[in-house]
């Protein structure tokens, strides 16, 4: 009996210890995380109506399974049916990036509209949520629907916190974000420095949306010749690949080997060319 009370105790006193030392938390989570939520934002920034991050993974998965069979019954070797289920299943995941990228090069030139539509409101004497609710028909638009959703939910409840947290979730935009949370500001401390704050951020989205547009124009050529040169080799791959003599040397270890090796490199290509030629993106650090 003792010692069972003794071992307690010691668990006790290990665990008291054990307290003093939480364990971070784990890089791999944390990235994991970090990646749903970039790949959320770029589902609310490209804009299509009812996909979202399930629905993506699902039809990738199935774009992929359906490229396999396609590939082995008209090949019939399983390494290139592989490498080409891959990269079907990648598309829809690049084209929601791509079409995110696009929108978001559209809406960095209409922000400082929206901002100096709130501003010209503000002035005239309208509150907070009217001047939000009023872009929703008189704003650029690429956004009113998500201002008119706004105003639906402001007159539905009237909770103008819940109803910004809302909006900042479709838009998904750090711009937009900076703008919500100086509304949200205004509205609870109140001031008279708002306007000149939308004035100063009007003037700053306008300069950093020049700037962007002409780096933009100077590397695109050199991005879309990246691009061409990565997919030219799985071009002439397909090509090949409707011939039958030409796909008995992919059947060998040797040629499976070439391909999983050609497929790394091309990878690993992609990942470098996208880091080198990325502007640097603004972050959601106002989620």
């Not at 559209?106 to 609710?133: F, K, T």
């Not at 590397?219 to 879309?224: K, P």
Request: glycine share 8%; hydrophobic share 50%; aromatic share 8%.
């Amino acid at each position: 009996m003792t010692s069972v009370i003794g071992l307690v105790f010691g668990a006790g006193l290990f665990c008291i210890w054990w307290s003093f030392w939480p364990r971070p938390e784990r890089a791999r989570t944390r990235r994991r995380t970090a990646m749903t939520a970039a790949m959320q934002d770029d589902l609310a920034q490209a804009g299509i109506a009812g996909l979202t991050l399930g629905r993506l993974t699902g039809l990738a998965i199935g774009i992929a399974v359906l490229v396999f069979l396609l590939t082995m019954a008209a090949t019939a070797v399983p390494a290139i049916a592989v490498v080409f289920a891959f990269i079907a299943g990648y598309a829809p995941i690049v084209l929601v990036r791509s079409r995110a990228r696009r929108r978001r090069r559209q809406l960095r030139d209409v922000w400082p509209d929206v901002v100096d539509h709130i501003s010209s409101a503000v002035r005239a004497g309208l509150a907070l949520p009217e001047s939000l609710a009023q872009l929703a028909f008189r704003g650029p638009e690429e956004l009113r629907p998500m201002f008119a959703e706004f105003a639906y939910d402001y007159r539905a409840t009237g909770r103008f916190h819940e109803c910004l947290n809302a909006l900042k979730d479709r838009l998904g935009d750090p711009v937009a974000d900076r703008l919500i949370e100086s509304l949200r500001i205004a509205r609870e401390v109140g001031g008279t420095d708002l306007g000149k704050l939308l004035r100063t951020l009007s003037t700053f989205l306008r300069d950093d949306a020049r700037t962007r547009a002409e780096l933009e124009a100077r590397q695109s050529w050199t991005v879309n010749a990246a691009r061409l040169a990565l997919g030219a080799p799985w071009i002439v791959l397909a090509m090949l690949a409707t011939r039958g003599d030409s796909l008995e040397a992919y059947r060998r270890p040797a040629g499976i080997a070439v391909l999983v090796i050609g497929a790394m490199v091309s990878f690993v290509a992609y990942r470098v060319m996208r880091r080198i030629g990325r502007l640097p993106e603004e972050v959601r650090v106002m989620r």
